[in-house]
């Protein structure tokens, strides 16, 4: 026997009453419910799939631009690199008495204890720190300051030890943000050569280069590649130049495991991040050696030079700063080639 929901209408109409009776049966009301609940499902299932596609979009959308960035930082560098140095390099101390420069990176470390000469871009094959098995690179490039005009005017003096210069007093170096602070490089430049040091105080127009310089650039006692190298004779320096240059390094820190860092660092200075959540770089150099022209290269190494890198070719990877559901952290790399302008021409006039 059927059950039936009625519902009882009472009209008046014409010469009486009559009652009228209409209704669902439990079976249509069951269908209609169950056709209900799949339309609601399949809704709400597709407002999850929504949702998820949405926020993968903002993982993938903020992993990118997190790269972006810090991209953007590192190609604008090396398109400055080489600029206002010397073509081979500038001349480091070397020789008897001299100890390896320090080198800016993730670790304590020092350039190659056999180099005579400081190029402008450094390579730095695996050492930075490993990530999933294998090391990351890191990178160092030289390029002059120009910001103040330093070199526009001649030193007025150089102490015979090379421990102090005066600088002419229409040389604004004790502006804020532009003028000379400690830790500075300066390049100094006369028909000798060149050679470099780090600023250790600044007085008025007095700029001293003292013993205890992060750098070791100031061992003016080691045999060649110091500032002494450039005196006419003892204690006498011909016109001189100066010129504040950039030692910029880039590479990866993990301060705390898992928490790595894209870190650009300007000369010994503090680590600056530039990009957070950063899983790998690779670095590779094309070179120009008149015969071969080898590209993709990890390191310059002997026959080869780093002075005669042309173009830099960067492989960036970061991930998400959170993971995707079930999926785990979403991971992206970004690549890119540079050419080293400063590097590929030269004045032929010059």
Known sequence: MGVCIMTQIDRHGGGGARNQQAGFSLTELMV???????????????????????????????????GRAGLALMKRDLMLTGQGIPAGGIPIPSGAQASPINRPGPNAMTFPSNWVVLPSISPGADLGPAIWGRATDMVTMLYADSTLALADTPVDMITPDGGTMVVAVTTPIGLAGTGLRVGDFIMFTNALGFAVQEVTSVSAQSVTFGGTDSMRFNQRNAGQGTIMQLQSSPGEFPPTT???IWMISYYIDEPVPGNRRLIRRVNNGAENPIALDVDDLQLTYDLVDGLNNPAGLDQAVT???PAQIRKVNIALTTRSSGEYRSRGYQRRTLSTSVSLRSLSFTDRYQ
Request: hydrophobic share 45%; net charge negative.
């Open 32 to 66: 209609a419910t169950s056709l209900t609940l799949v339309v609601l499902a399949t809704s709400l299932g597709a407002l999850g799939d929504g949702i998820a596609t949405a926020d993968l979009g903002t993982l993938v959308a903020e992993t990118q631009q997190n």
């Open 242 to 244: 100066a010129t504040r």
């Open 303 to 305: 026959p080869h030079s």
